[in-house]
């Protein structure tokens, strides 16, 4: 895999207290890895201080799975 998405995918165990097994490109954040709002909130905020990036709230409502976060970093650092 892609060094973007290891990077992610150490985030979203952090935030989320999730194995690393369970953060698949197809992993729905609500659902498939029990996120609730607060997690997301903490999980955008760690994305946008480690990858120097900014996730605007309307662009984060849309993340539903976690390909969906990643296509929006590969997007901001090209």
């Known amino acids: 895999m892609d060094?973007?998405?290891n990077q992610l995918k150490e985030l979203i165990v952090d935030k989320l207290e999730v194995s690393a097994d369970a953060v698949?490109?197809?992993a729905r954040f609500r659902e498939d890895l029990g996120a609730d709002?607060?997690?997301t909130y903490e999980l955008v905020y760690a994305i946008e201080s480690?990858?120097?990036i900014e996730v605007p709230d309307e662009?984060?409502?849309e993340f539903e799975k976690v390909s969906d976060a990643l296509d929006y970093i590969k997007s901001q650092k090209n």
């Open 3 to 5: 060094e973007l998405f």
């Open 24 to 26: 698949t490109l197809d």
């Open 37 to 39: 709002s607060l997690d």
């Open 50 to 52: 480690e990858m120097d």
């Open 59 to 61: 662009k984060a409502n």
